[in-house]
């Protein structure tokens, strides 16, 4: 990302501007240094630099696979060979190697696409997809995935992509070639055209349009004059090139046609990849390029993309954990996880460690990130195990199940056979059928109960407790106590009765709090608990209660009532009559 109103060189012939949302570049239009050939000046062009200039060296440089390489240039080529350009001959001699002293553990290796051997790990080399890879060499397996050889092991290094929220406008996708997702815009239409998402196109030759989210936005470069109020010296005229937007001035006199192009006296311009054309008073000259040694800053990078090998600018970085690292830079974070330097993100990989084979240990080495594996001596009653001693078996003879280390007969209390291992219940299970879900129990550990497959500290509504088991309460009962006590029914008309509901109380019942409550136990029907309509048989009425006999004071009058004597009768009227006149009662 450009700042506004920031420039910046694409490349040495090349200088780009970010003016709102798009970027505006411009090619260097390089004059013809009118060398000398009657001196012997020749052109070359300098480190970094667009167009060619003239120097006095005598010496020429050497055209190898179709580069310019400069004199007195050094390189490394195929076969192991170190060659130098030595004014326009380029001699070649085998590449003399620096035996290194090798540390302990280690050992001279020849490495593949290396000349000269070194030192090397003396642990085994890794076969991964067929090739052979040298202990501690890193390689690229997936867009995804880093892998090391470790002591003859591969250790797989998994990317980690970080959450990614998209702003209005954008969808988290997957581009080709990435690993982890990023944040696109919408693609743009334009005159019938489909532009991709931060794709820049030109309508004109001075318009300059960008696609961001969605939306099309263009630019054109501000021109100090227009063609017609741009005053050029005296022999010199206005015009604008093709392709170009604004306008320059040029020499009136002295133009050259090449191949249906107007090119203007002193101008120069390539006509293969090393060598160059310039106009002069009306007639093309042509010359070959000459280059000179270059030597990168550790912040820029070596490109050959035109004649000239030049430096550009690294401009992409990546600030992590308070350290600027540059573009294609890769460092460890611990033994366990690798990260990278891409684009201006950091790509970071996390170890995967395989699982030590059967009969062996892990063993934590510190410094480094998968266990090692050791042999171990099994327990007697083991096939395989990954420590010495009982209980630590991986795998059991024929007709022996593995649970918890041990070999077994049959699978024990909390456990429950899957092929020849025992596997553990759910932790809410006493015991199980099939399978660790909590709803898989066949009982219960200590305080909870059994509801069709599953532990529970209380049964559900609908359900009740008994001996550990949850029941269903009776058919139409919402809610119940037990199997006797419907509390709530499913039916919001009917009233709670008993193990059922019912459309009205039944006799031997009343309404109470939305429910049918019983009568007393010798009532057959009655109004509230107390106090009865009518008496089971064998009983007698007696002041609303039902009575074996008639209590003292009262006498039997039928075959089913009971009621008071006559003194009790009077008795009871004094009593009334003291409460109302109790002076003129007890004067009397």
Same mark, same amino acid.
């Given at each position: 990302m450009r700042a506004e109103n920031s420039t910046w060189r694409r490349d040495a012939c090349t200088e780009c501007s970010c003016t709102g949302v798009v970027t505006i570049c411009s090619t260097t239009q390089c004059k013809d240094p009118q060398c000398d050939s009657d001196k012997g000046q020749d052109l070359v062009v300098?480190?970094?630099?667009?167009?060619?200039?003239?120097?006095?060296?005598?010496?020429?440089?050497?055209?190898?696979?179709?580069?310019?390489?400069?004199?007195?240039?050094?390189?490394?080529?195929?076969?192991?060979?170190?060659?130098?350009?030595?004014?326009g001959t380029v001699s070649c001699?085998?590449?003399?190697?620096?035996?290194?002293?090798?540390?302990?553990?280690?050992?001279?290796?020849?490495?593949?696409?290396k000349c000269c051997p070194e030192c090397r790990s003396t642990e085994e080399s890794c076969f991964y997809g067929g090739v052979k890879r040298d202990d501690g060499e890193i390689w690229s397996p997936s867009p995804c995935?880093?892998?090391?050889?470790?002591?003859?092991?591969?250790?797989?290094?998994?990317?980690?992509?970080?959450?990614?929220?998209?702003?209005?406008?954008?969808?988290?996708?997957?581009?080709?070639?990435?690993?982890?997702?990023?944040?696109?815009?919408?693609?743009?239409?334009?005159?019938?055209?489909?532009y991709s998402p931060g794709e820049q196109f030109t309508l004109d030759s001075c318009q300059q349009c960008v696609c961001t989210a969605g939306e099309i936005s263009c630019q054109q470069p501000a021109c100090s004059h227009d063609e017609f109020d741009v005053e050029c010296p005296q022999g010199q005229r206005s015009v604008v090139r093709d392709g170009e937007c604004c306008p320059e001035c040029v020499p009136t006199k002295g133009n050259c046609n090449y191949h249906d192009t107007i090119y203007y006296h002193g101008d120069l311009w390539n006509i293969s990849r090393c060598e160059v054309a310039y106009c002069s008073h009306g007639n093309v000259r042509s010359s070959v390029v000459q280059c000179t040694p270059v030597v990168c800053k550790w912040n820029e990078k070596l490109v050959h993309d035109s004649c000239c090998p030049e430096c550009v600018a690294i401009t992409a970085w990546c600030d992590h954990n308070d350290m600027v690292y540059r573009d294609g830079d890769e460092w460890n974070e611990g033994p366990c996880r690798h990260c990278e330097c891409?684009?201006?993100?950091?790509?970071?990989?996390?170890?995967?460690?395989?699982?030590?084979?059967?009969?062996?240990?892990?063993?934590?080495?510190?410094?480094?990130?998968?266990?090692?594996?050791?042999p171990?001596?099994?327990?007697?009653?083991?096939?395989?195990?990954?420590?010495?001693?009982?209980?630590?078996?991986?795998?059991?003879?024929?007709?022996?199940?593995?649970?918890?280390?041990?070999?077994?007969?049959? $699978?024990?209390? +909390?456990? #429950?056979?899957?092929?020849?291992? *025992?596997?553990? =219940?759910?932790?809410? @299970?006493?015991? &199980?059928?099939?399978?660790?879900?909590?709803?898989?129990?066949?009982?219960?550990?200590?305080?909870?109960s059994l509801q069709q497959g599953e532990c529970k500290k209380e049964c559900s509504k609908g359900f009740y407790e008994k001996n550990g088991h949850c029941e269903e309460c009776p058919s139409g009962c919402k809610d119940c106590y037990n199997s006797a006590w419907c509390i709530e029914c499913s039916d919001k008309t009917q009233l709670p009765e008993r193990d059922g509901c019912v459309a009205? $109380?039944?006799? +031997?019942? #009343?309404?109470?709090?939305?429910? *049918?409550?019983? =009568?007393?136990?010798? @009532?057959?029907? &009655?109004?509230?608990k107390n106090s009865c309509l009518t008496c089971m048989v064998g009983h007698l009425m007696e002041n609303r209660k039902c009575v074996k006999t008639c209590s003292e004071g009262f006498y039997q009058i039928s075959i089913s009532r009971c009621a008071a004597s006559v003194n009790a009768v009077q008795h009871a009227h004094h009593q009334a009559l003291q409460a109302v006149f109790p002076a003129k009662m007890d004067s009397s």
């Open positions: 300098y480190p970094n630099s667009c167009c060619p200039e003239c120097t006095d060296s005598k010496a020429s440089s050497c055209s190898v696979d179709d580069q310019v390489i400069a004199h007195n240039t050094i390189w490394e080529s195929e076969n192991c060979t170190k060659c130098e350009c030595n004014d001699s085998h590449v003399e190697c620096d035996i290194p002293q090798c540390g302990y553990g280690e050992q001279l290796r020849d490495i593949t696409g995935e880093k892998a090391i050889c470790v002591q003859g092991e591969v250790n797989l290094l998994i990317a980690e992509c970080e959450n990614t929220v998209c702003s209005v406008g954008h969808v988290l996708q997957l581009l080709p070639g990435e690993c982890c997702p990023s944040c696109v815009s919408g693609p743009c239409v334009h005159r019938g055209v489909e891409v684009h201006g993100l950091v790509q970071c990989y996390n170890a995967e460690c395989t699982a030590c084979p059967a009969n062996t240990t892990q063993v934590i080495v510190q410094g480094e990130c998968c266990a090692t594996c050791l171990v001596t099994c327990h007697s009653d083991c096939v395989s195990c990954n420590e010495p001693g009982y209980g630590k078996c991986t795998s059991c003879p024929v007709n022996r199940m593995l649970e918890d280390g041990r070999c077994v007969r049959r $699978c024990g209390k +909390g456990h #429950f056979q899957n092929g020849d291992v *025992c596997e553990s =219940c759910h932790s809410s @299970c006493d015991s &199980c059928d099939v399978g660790n879900s909590p709803s898989s129990c066949t009982s219960c550990a200590r305080g909870l009205s $109380c039944s006799d +031997g019942y #009343f309404y109470e709090n939305n429910r *049918c409550t019983a =009568c007393g136990p010798t @009532c057959e029907t &009655c109004l509230e």
